[in-house]
């Protein structure tokens, strides 16, 4: 079986909360393909539904209809326990506030990951430094976030998300907290992470991050309104 090329393949996806009158289509009809090594930005107003496209993407919310597939493997039907295998072993995430736990180090809120995946023991804190190396935080292993700037709490994120070496990266609002000097920083870091490979889909408010970015798909009314360079078929 020839693998196939594409990270993402999302056919009809939809996205119904409630029931009736009061019922809201946050996803209306999303198709969607991502070939491996692309790097993509999705924007939108408030509400346009790039956030529950994200959350749908991450297997952290399941479509009301529609079939996803993630590296090869349909999770459209998953239920919560496949679906957090999938997460922890397929996708990384970046989040706008970090969500790096205060009192544990740099390298322990790395490893946190592996510590529910496949990685034996004795590779967890190698492949946690290594992480970190990466972004660029190699002498701040044992720094808690309170010892960190805005900027390195993020590296640390970033790191996180990387140490599965997942098959795609998913940003939301990565910049969000950051003033504009470390903004460019984080989006140098993840300019480089690209050209080497990874796949990464970012949501943003910010057209200037938005730029960055290899392809853009903007969003209005949970309907795909623009897509720069739709990955073929």
Avoid at 99 to 121: F, K, Q, S
Avoid at 137 to 165: C, D, K, M, Y
Avoid at 195 to 211: M, N, P, R, S, W
Wanted: glycine residues 10%; hydrophobic residues 40%; proline residues 5%.
């Amino acid at each position: 079986m020839v693998e196939s090329p594409h990270v993402v393949r999302a056919a009809n996806l939809e996205r119904v909360y409630g029931q009736g009158d009061v019922a809201v289509h946050a996803l209306q009809g999303v198709d969607l393909l991502v070939e491996s090594g692309e790097y993509i930005a999705i924007m939108g107003p408030s509400g346009c539904g790039k956030s529950t496209l994200l959350n749908v993407l991450g297997c952290l919310d399941r479509p009301t209809c529609g079939t996803y597939e993630l590296d090869g493997r349909d999770v459209s039907r998953l239920d919560p326990d496949e679906r957090a295998t999938v997460r922890n072993e397929t996708l990384g995430f970046v989040f706008q506030d970090f969500h790096l736990l205060a009192r544990t180090t740099a390298v322990e809120n790395v490893e946190l990951p592996l510590i529910y995946g496949p990685v034996a023991p004795d590779q967890q804190r190698r492949r946690a430094l290594a992480a970190l190396a990466r972004v660029g935080l190699a002498g701040r292993e044992a720094h808690t976030p309170r010892e960190l700037s805005g900027g390195q709490q993020q590296r640390v994120a970033i790191a996180r998300a990387l140490v599965t070496e997942p098959a795609l990266l998913l940003a939301d609002e990565p910049t969000g907290n950051l003033d504009s000097e470390t903004s460019s920083e984080i989006l140098a870091l993840l300019d480089e992470l690209h050209q080497k490979g990874l796949t990464i889909l970012l949501v943003t408010h910010d057209a200037e991050v938005g730029a960055r970015a290899q392809r853009l798909i903007r969003m209005r009314d949970g309907r795909v309104v623009e897509d720069t360079g739709a990955a073929p078929a």
